[in-house]
Nanobody, 128 residues
């Protein structure tokens, strides 16, 4: 059964850090590009960060650039989102997603419509 499971969310204060994890099962993450998206109450889902299937190229939303870092560990079949200097506006449910299978693909993917597997989400709440 194909599954993505996120963890690591929580309630933190502005300026704090969190590390989100996304563990895949039922497929090999090494052949997939990965992405993180988020959705705040009353708002549409938005792109946060993506990492390519090969070469580990990354791309970020302007709102998180310089504060968030996406990474992956294929040996652990997992992807991560390190979030530093959290702001109130980072409050949202965060979702990881996988698109593939891909081979020798160095392009990180921004478009949510390209992703075929999604996790259930983990809540991040930033307080003042």
């Amino acid at each position: 059964q194909v599954q993505l499971v996120e963890s690591g969310g929580g309630l933190v204060q502005a300026g704090d850090s969190l590390r989100l994890s996304c563990v895949a099962s039922g497929f090999a993450l090494s052949t997939y590009a990965m992405g993180w998206f988020r959705q705040a109450p009353g708002k549409e889902r938005e792109f946060v960060a993506a990492i390519s299937q090969s070469n580990y190229n990354t791309v970020y939303a302007d709102s998180v650039k310089g504060r968030f870092t996406i990474s992956r560990d294929n040996a652990k079949n997992a992807a991560f989102l390190q979030m530093n200097s959290l702001k109130l506006e980072d409050t949202a449910a965060y979702y990881c997603a996988a698109t593939g299978p891909r081979h020798f693909d160095i392009s990180p993917i921004r478009s949510a419509s390209a992703y075929n597997y999604w996790g259930q989400g983990t809540q991040v709440t930033v307080s003042s």
